[in-house]
């Protein structure tokens, strides 16, 4: 499918971040796209399985940074458009998944023709939206009974050293027991998926994980240095791991989907 672009424009408010917060967080990730595939997570194929609808053939994935999910839909034999506003994300998209349509755009606004998808995804994403004005953009790019799907890869903090890393790398996007993502009136039947899985990494990749996360991206030098030393107090003489020994990191992935109204809601 040929995927013509054309603009829209974009929107206004979120429900747990100010709007120019969020942009300033956001800023954090316009660089270094090849650190963050490097060390970032990938997804679950449980959670594609359970979001996908049956019969899906094209899919758009919002928010794609470097592609962690989109290699999932694509690798399913999908026709695949990326969306991100970074250029370094992107670029590195494209260098793995050079079959996939990427483009700058934002949930907001994504550029893509209206009801050309299945599915729209945004994964580790939704957070940095203005989620009324996303699910009207959203909603005008998939086709009837299309489905959203929002996921994150959420650090299992059920575990105790688990829940100890999290504070000392400043993971303050776990969510609480209760989270519930807001979406537009133009979505209905909202559900959610839980997966368990673990990572299998080292200790020195745990480290490049947490320089990968906002926080950190945005600190000072001092600070830097002090969660790094933190953190390597905490793996190598707290919890006594040796360099290069690998340890299962646990997650886990949080999995929504709701299917697109058949009506318009009420302006």
Known sequence: MAISPHRVSGGASGPRLHHE??????????????????????????????????????AADVGAGTGKFTGLLFD?????????????????????????NALEGTAEATGLADSAFDVVSVAQAWHWCEP??????????????????????????????????SRIMHAGDVHKPDFRPVVGPEFVDLESHLT?????????????????????????????????????????????????ETVGLPYVTQTWRARKARSAPPR
């Open 21 to 58: 917060r969020r942009q300033e967080l956001g800023q954090s990730f316009q660089d270094g796209g090849e650190h963050y595939h490097r060390v970032r997570p990938g997804y679950p194929a449980d959670s594609l399985d359970w979001l996908l609808p049956a019969g899906t053939r094209f």
């Open 76 to 100: 399913r034999g999908l026709e695949v458009a990326a969306v991100d506003p970074s250029r370094d994300m992107l670029e590195q998209l494209r260098k793995t998944w050079p079959q996939v």
């Open 196 to 244: 368990a899985w673990q990572e299998t990494l080292t200790p020195a990749d745990i480290i490049e994980l947490a320089k990968s996360r906002s926080y950190y991206l945005r600190a000072n030098q001092a600070t830097r240095t002090k969660v790094t030393g933190n953190l390597e107090w905490y793996l190598y003489e707290h919890l006594g791991h040796a360099p290069g």
């Open 132 to 165: 009324l004005k996303a699910s009207t953009e959203i909603a005008r790019i998939l086709r009837p009974d299309g489905v959203l799907g929002l996921i994150w890869n959420q650090l299992d903090t059920s575990v105790p050293w688990v829940h100890r890393l």
